[in-house]
């Protein structure tokens, strides 16, 4: 009878000392506005009320965006332009859609023009102390914070409804120190020193100017947050692995409001949880050192087409069979020096991808390849025997085209911009990945790896079909990480080869209803997929920062067996849990409603 009482009146009082939701500003605990603004008196004037960019296209601006719609109208797609401001981000259905211009995807008239999903009040944070008063202040305060470097995220991470969000963009350090010394070792190394809300572009910029490489991604606007923290694929990944593998000292501010140093001698855990762990749940990273290499002297590129002949049922066949003999033949050549990217696609993406005359039910695969320091006939000799491999399976060229070239294509400043992408933002979307080693792509029967193959493929329109992404972006260097440097990384990233990326599932949220609804249908479409990729891969898991974020095995597919130390050092860090992401470390003691906004413990 007693120890039931005595639990009881316990865990009344823990529930009060940990409250259930997240402050709204229907909430009578909300701070007036003479509380925010002695916020803002506080941190130099830099509290931003959200303004929506899209304002400027809804009657009477109702926020005051100081961009014409015409402006916004043109730009939305496009990446780069969204990561400048304040509040955007570039899959704004995560932020419930909440003001868009007229042609961008998701837009309803009878939507309006509202804060809605996006944070209420930002940062424009210029130093560490300034960030520090915010984030303690509102934790104090059980306010949601967020942090936003570009608002690249695929999956929101960077915003939230009723939250403080830091906005990094102004802390803009980027210099070289060749003589840093290493905190543990005294070696001295020679580092860049960037600033969290730098982009990746103009690290490699200067990087390049002074004949090095860093480990950016294939798109120069990535910036560095959430991609060192969820880990950071990029062209020289297989040669020297991850961003995350490429840090040795992280500034951090944390919740708590306590500037700290993340390296080898100090806040080791921290450190350790910041390099792979996760973005946008430990603290707020406010400058990165990062190591650098010398930058290849030469890029060697080549291109495969691989498409069926016609519309005939034979040629869709040996189509598949082809996309299986390849990406299976991905990791020996990986191993011989070649990286790149793979694209498979299906249906009317297939017919215009492979400049077909017929619809086809098989699929047509593109593959770029690269590699450094070599030559076009090196490539060739690697890459020829695969492809005859594969039209001597299909008997002969009948049913299939396949076709191959490789070229020099000069310096890595010319490559770079050569496979640097088109930077689209403003789409709605939701992926489903997986990373893929031997064991998937060599020790699996052929029969099965077609099978999973064609439900990867899925699509929600097989009319219009859809593509898959498969990355080139593990094997050796990766895998030679040291152990020292590999952080809070998945360790399923050392035995992968492959990061294979999987659209398809349809995020459509004017025929959904909203954006709940439809970020909702797409994940059940993905269910499929994800119960697939369990069966063939049990012991992989994703990258974090291009996977299904309502994966229902998020802590065994994006942590792994570093989980349970993750939850740890998150307590330790964000002991007010103010910090929270979609299938975050801890997520799962919380529901995020995107319908009404409310973030509330389950
Ligand atoms: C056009 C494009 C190309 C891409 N190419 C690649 C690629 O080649 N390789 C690859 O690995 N990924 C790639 N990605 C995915 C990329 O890794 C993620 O979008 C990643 O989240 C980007 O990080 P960000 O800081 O730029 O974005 P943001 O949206 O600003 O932030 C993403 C997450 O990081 C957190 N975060 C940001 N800054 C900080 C900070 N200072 N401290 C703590 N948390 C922070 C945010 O809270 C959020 O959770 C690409 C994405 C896009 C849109
Ligand atoms: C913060 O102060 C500056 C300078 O007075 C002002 O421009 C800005 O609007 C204030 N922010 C908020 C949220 O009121
Ligand atoms: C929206 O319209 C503008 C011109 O007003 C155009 O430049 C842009 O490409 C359009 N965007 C989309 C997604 O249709
Ligand atoms: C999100 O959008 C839906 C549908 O438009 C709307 O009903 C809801 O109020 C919005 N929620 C927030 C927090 O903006
Ligand atoms: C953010 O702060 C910087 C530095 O003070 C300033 O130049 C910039 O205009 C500010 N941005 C906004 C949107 O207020
Ligand atoms: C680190 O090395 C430098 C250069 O050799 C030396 O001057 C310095 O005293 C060393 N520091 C420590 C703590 O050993
Ligand atoms: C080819 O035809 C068979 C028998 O009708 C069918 O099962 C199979 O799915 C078809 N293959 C493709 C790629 O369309
Ligand atoms: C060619 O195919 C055979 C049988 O499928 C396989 O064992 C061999 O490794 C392949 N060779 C290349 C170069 O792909
Ligand atoms: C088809 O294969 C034959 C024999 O290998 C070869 O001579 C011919 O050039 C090929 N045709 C095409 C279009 O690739
Ligand atoms: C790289 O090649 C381009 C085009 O040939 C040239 O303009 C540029 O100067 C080269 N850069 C370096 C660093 O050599
Ligand atoms: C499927 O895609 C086709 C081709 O893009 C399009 O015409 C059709 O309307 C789509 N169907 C649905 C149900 O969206």
């Known amino acids: 009878m007693w120890p039931a009482i005595v639990s009881a009146l316990f865990l009344a009082a823990t529930a009060s000392a940990s409250p259930t939701c997240k402050v709204t500003p229907y909430d009578a605990a909300w701070p007036s506005h003479a509380d925010w603004a002695a916020l803002n008196a506080s941190i130099n004037h830099q509290l931003l009320s959200t303004v929506p960019v899209a304002s400027s296209c809804w009657a009477g601006n109702p926020f005051g965006s100081s961009v014409s719609c015409s402006a916004v109208k043109e730009d939305w797609a496009n990446a780069a332009w969204q990561s400048r401001f304040p509040e955007s981000i570039d899959y704004p259905v995560y932020a419930n859609n909440s003001c868009l211009p007229p042609n961008a995807s998701g837009y309803l008239a009878e939507r309006g023009c509202t804060i809605g999903g996006m944070p209420q009040y930002i940062v424009n944070a210029t130093s560490e102390e300034q960030i520090a008063t915010a984030v303690k202040w509102a934790s104090e305060r059980n306010i949601r914070i967020v942090i936003k470097g570009t608002g690249h995220d695929l999956n929101g991470r960077s915003s939230g409804a009723f939250a403080l969000s830091i906005w990094t963009y102004h802390l803009r350090k980027l210099e070289r120190n060749s003589a840093w010394r290493h905190p543990t070792t005294n070696a001295s190394e020679d580092v860049y020193i960037v600033g969290s809300g730098q982009q990746w572009g103009n690290v490699l910029n200067l990087a390049l100017e002074q004949g090095r490489v860093v480990t950016t991604g294939q798109d120069p606007s990535v910036g560095l947050g959430g991609y060192i923290q969820g880990g950071g694929h990029g062209p020289i990944s297989r040669t020297y692995g991850l961003a995350a593998s490429h840090v040795l000292q992280m500034r951090v501010v944390t919740t708590t409001g306590q500037?700290?140093?993340?390296?080898?001698?100090?806040?080791?855990?921290?450190?350790?949880?910041?390099?792979?762990?996760?973005?946008?749940?430990?603290?707020?990273?406010?400058?990165y050192v990062i190591r650098h290499h010398p930058v290849p002297y030469n890029v060697i590129m080549g291109n495969v087409l691989i498409a069926p002949k016609d519309?005939?049922?034979?040629?869709?066949?040996?189509?598949?069979?082809?996309?299986?003999?390849?990406?299976?033949?991905?990791?020996?050549?990986?191993?011989?020096?070649?990286?790149?990217?793979?694209?498979?696609?299906?249906?009317e993406m297939a017919t215009s991808f492979g400049s077909l005359r017929e619809f086809t039910t098989g699929v047509v695969i593109k593959q770029v390849f690269w590699s450094f320091n070599s030559t076009p006939a090196a490539m060739e000799a690697l890459v020829n025997p695969v492809l005859a491999n594969i039209t001597q399976a299909a008997g002969g060229n009948n049913s299939l085209t396949v076709s191959f070239s490789?070229?020099?294509?000069?310096?890595?400043?010319?490559?770079?911009?050569?496979?640097?992408?088109?930077?689209?933002?403003?789409?709605?979307?939701?992926?489903?990945?997986?990373l893929l080693g031997r064991a998937e792509l060599n020790d699996t029967p052929f029969y099965k790896q077609k099978e999973y193959l064609k439900i990867a493929m899925g699509s929600q329109n097989s009319t219009a079909g859809t593509y898959a992404t498969v990355g080139l972006q593990g094997g050796p260097g990766v895998r030679n990480t040291p152990a020292e440097a590999w952080g809070a990384l998945l360790p399923a990233w050392r035995s992968a080869y492959l990061h294979f990326i999987s659209n398809g599932a349809t995020v459509d949220s004017v025929a959904a209803g909203s954006p709940k609804l439809a970020l909702e249908s797409a994940a059940r479409f993905n269910e499929a997929k994800e119960r697939m990729w369990r069966e063939w891969s049990p012991n992989s898991g994703a990258y974090m920062n291009e996977a299904n974020p309502y994966d229902s095995n998020f802590k065994h597919d994006f942590y792994g067996a570093n989980y349970d130390r993750l939850v740890q050092v998150k307590a330790k860090y964000d002991p007010s849990e103010s910090l929270f992401v979609l299938s975050g470390v801890g997520s799962d003691k919380w529901d995020y409603d995107l319908d009404s906004g409310r973030l509330c413990r389950n």
């Open 311 to 347: 519309g005939s049922n034979a040629s869709a066949e040996r189509s598949w069979d082809a996309a299986v003999r390849h990406l299976s033949a991905l990791p020996d050549l990986m191993d011989a020096g070649l990286a790149g990217a793979c694209m498979v696609a299906t249906g």
């Open 259 to 287: 500037i700290l140093v993340a390296n080898d001698a100090e806040n080791q855990d921290l450190f350790w949880a910041l390099r792979g762990g996760g973005p946008g749940l430990y603290g707020v990273v406010t400058e």
């Open 406 to 434: 490789a070229s020099n294509s000069g310096n890595y400043t010319s490559f770079y911009s050569a496979i640097s992408g088109s930077e689209v933002a403003g789409g709605e979307s939701l992926v489903s990945s997986r």
